[in-house]
């Protein structure tokens, strides 16, 4: 079975480093969301892409984050520099998006990386 | 903005009891879409459902069952006959309809059941 794929799974770090996430989509699926969980609460929305294009990315500390989907299949996420109020799960997740007909928003999730700033 | 809210933090049920999850969503969006995901102590978030705002049947599969009702804003979750293997967090979810694709999702905080052997 297709799966997001996500590396590293977990990362620590110090403060003031930079740091970066890696995600695979499942093939074929246009759409890719980074999503940041904080310990104890849901998933919330960093950035989407369509193809290799941004489609949101309101939620984006964009002082100290970035991500890109240069070719429109893999994507990463950076952080620099890290801060404390970082560690969190970060998750990756896709969809097929436009092509996808009535399955199209159906969202599909990495296991995730869990960061820790020390 | 949206919102949803599941207002039951933790539940705690002993095997083979019936357990329903809440779900109350918050839009000024007529057409939407509505989700239910499981996480477990892994931290994969596991697609369970997803539901339209123009479809209001209710949907059956195998144990698990899901009730939508717009009047109250409400899509809640009821697992039957709760297995030690549903343990986990469960999240509700909404989604905007955009015409070229599908938005993000937003959230409730999740609700951990622990089902006790």
């Known amino acids: 079975e297709a799966e997001v794929a996500q590396s590293p799974r977990y990362k620590i770090t110090e403060k003031s480093q930079a740091v970066a996430f890696w995600c695979d989509p499942i093939?074929?699926?246009?759409?890719l969301y980074w999503y940041r969980q904080i310990l104890g609460q849901g998933p919330e929305l960093l950035v989407q892409?369509?193809?290799?294009?941004?489609?949101?990315d309101s939620q984006l500390p964009k002082d100290r984050f970035s991500a890109e989907r240069l070719k429109g299949v893999d994507s990463t996420l950076k952080i620099q520099p890290a801060e404390l109020g970082d560690s969190a799960m970060y998750l990756c997740a896709s969809s097929l998006g436009h092509q996808g007909g009535g399955a199209k928003n159906i969202q599909y999730f990495g296991a995730g990386t869990r960061l820790s700033v020390l | 903005a949206q919102k949803v809210t599941q207002a039951q933090t933790e539940i705690s049920v002993v095997e083979k009891e019936d357990v329903t999850l809440d779900c109350v969503y918050e839009?000024?969006?007529?057409?939407?879409?509505l989700f239910w995901y499981k996480q477990p102590p892994s931290g994969e978030l596991v697609f369970l459902i997803r539901?339209?705002?123009?479809?209001?049947q209710n949907e059956i599969s195998g144990r698990y069952s899901w009730n939508f009702q717009k009047s109250t804003s409400s899509f809640n979750f009821t697992i039957t006959a709760s297995q030690v293997v549903d343990s986990a967090v469960y999240f509700c979810a909404l989604a905007l309809y955009s015409g070229g694709g599908a938005d993000g999702l937003t959230f409730g905080k999740g609700t951990h059941l622990i089902i006790q052997p």
């Open positions: 539901r339209n705002s123009f479809d209001e």
């Open positions: 093939s074929g699926h246009a759409t």
């Open positions: 892409f369509q193809d290799e294009s941004v489609v949101d």
């Open positions: 839009t000024r969006d007529t057409t939407y879409y």
